[in-house]
């Protein structure tokens, strides 16, 4: 009988301490180990066909840091379907200006990244899990945001209710 005491206190004491190992610092919320295993479908990228061009001559030296020409740009196709330059849209900031400047017209905050980064790992800390959720990598990413999720039927109702011309939606679950 002292025996069997002495292995189940030996275990409590082993599960306590493996549970004093985790990131206090920084909680995950979402552990990949609790999710299903099955295809990623964003995995496959499709290419576009490749082309010979009419003069070799003309390649650009090989550069193992740059884009490869047939590697998808949707940035440059929907500029190039719209009828803008495609080259302003892959560059990054300058094209966007417009945008920024009306969006902050009413002021903006220069640390909101840092301000959101830290707000949010504070509630993390929060929201971590029960000491058996956490010990066995259960994911709570769910149950600790489900409170901001957007109720979509809810929503189309009120745009509906508005007058706003919406889309059908599919049917509840």
């Known amino acids: 009988m002292a025996v069997r005491q002495v292995i189940f206190a030996g275990l409590g004491i082993a599960v306590l301490s493996l549970s004093g190992c985790s990131d ?26 490749l082309e ?6 003309e390649l650009p030296p090989p550069n193992p840091a740059g884009a490869n ?10 500029a190039r379907a719209l009828g803008g330059n495609p080259a302003a ?16 017209r009413f002021g903006r905050s220069e640390g909101i990244r840092a301000q959101l980064a830290a707000e949010d ?15 066995f990598s259960v994911n709570v990413y769910h149950n600790a945001y ?4 957007l109720d979509k039927y809810a929503e189309l109702e009120r745009w509906r209710r508005a007058g706003a011309q919406t889309p059908t939606a599919p049917p509840r679950e």
């Open 89 to 104: 849209a892959v560059t990054r900031g300058t094209a966007d200006g417009g945008i920024v400047n009306h969006a902050s």
């Open 146 to 149: 489900e409170f901001m999720w």
């Open 69 to 78: 020409r047939v590697d998808p740009q949707p940035r440059a196709d929907i």
């Open 121 to 135: 790992l504070e509630f993390r800390q929060r929201n971590r899990g029960r000491l058996l959720e956490r010990l």
């Open 52 to 57: 010979m061009p009419t003069n070799l001559s």
């Open 24 to 49: 206090n610092e920084n909680p995950i919320l979402m552990h990949a180990a609790a999710q299903e295993r099955g295809p990623d479908e964003f995995g496959i990228v499709p290419t576009r066909p």
